[in-house]
């Protein structure tokens, strides 16, 4: 059965940092592109950073960079999102997806086939 797996949600503040974690399972992850993607209450899920299957080519959404880094351990089967300098707009329940087709650079969640269940990031004070 194919899953991924999402961990480090959690309170903070702003200006905190949080890190984020995507296993896998029943799977490996080396063949696929990851993309972490977010949704707040009432708002469509988008797309925050995507890795390649590599770990050679990432992407961000403006909003981000600078503060976000996405980063791949193939050999653990996870991804990270590293998530700095919080501010309350990146609020929301975060997912990871794994992208079995070659939609490269790719932050549109219907490019994705994989999901996991989300994990909530809260920043306030």
Not at 61 to 67: I, W
Not at 76 to 84: E, R, S
Request: aromatic share 14%; proline share 3%; hydrophobic share 30%.
């Amino acid at each position: 059965q194919l899953q991924l797996v999402e961990s480090g949600g959690g309170l903070v503040q702003p200006g905190g940092s949080l890190r984020l974690s995507c296993v896998a399972s029943g799977f490996t992850l080396d063949y696929y592109a990851i993309g972490w993607f977010r949704q707040a209450p009432g708002k469509e899920r988008e797309g925050v950073s995507y890795i390649s299957s590599t770990g050679g080519s990432t992407r961000y959404l403006d909003s981000v960079k600078g503060r976000f880094t996405i980063s791949r351990d193939n050999a653990k089967n996870t991804v990270y999102l590293q998530m700095n300098s919080l501010k309350p707009e990146d609020t929301a329940a975060y997912y990871c997806a794994a992208m079995g087709g070659m939609h490269y650079y790719s932050l549109t969640p219907y490019d994705y086939d994989y999901w996991g269940q989300g994990t909530e990031v809260t920043v306030s004070s």
